[in-house]
């Protein structure tokens, strides 16, 4: 990006006047190898760039259908059946003949509370 900023900054005439000065200051024999050498580093450069990039939209990619799931495991969670199970009276009760009911447990009360006449207290 910045580099194309620069390119486009850059006109015809200013890049002879470049490259005059690079063949000055480097001579015509090591001009072809660090031209070279530069498109060598550059092209590193991008590929490195590209692969970072590339981890970033996978690692964002995956992010998403994350929060997807997520999101689907929620909204099924919150999702009322269209079938709801019927109410149980007797949920979470045990076996009836293993234990008492609360009405025979109050005639039992009842009973030894009954006086010495047989009478039930009023």
Not at 30 to 51: D, H, M, N, V
Not at 111 to 118: L, N, Q, S
């Amino acid at each position: 990006m910045a580099l194309a900023i620069i390119f486009d900054s850059v006109g015809a005439g200013e890049w002879l006047v470049l490259l005059a000065v690079l063949l000055v200051v480097m001579g015509p024999k090591r001009l072809p190898s660090t031209a070279r050498t530069i498109g060598s580093y550059y092209s590193k450069f991008r590929r490195a760039a590209e692969s970072f990039k590339r981890q970033l939209m996978d690692m964002d990619y995956e992010m998403e259908r994350e929060l997807e799931k997520a999101r689907r495991e929620a909204e099924a969670a919150m999702t009322v059946p269209d079938d709801p199970p019927e109410f149980d009276e007797n949920f979470g009760a045990a076996d009836s003949s293993s234990e008492e009911t609360p009405e025979a447990a109050a005639e039992t009360a009842a009973d030894t509370a009954a006086d010495d006449d047989g009478n039930k207290p009023s």
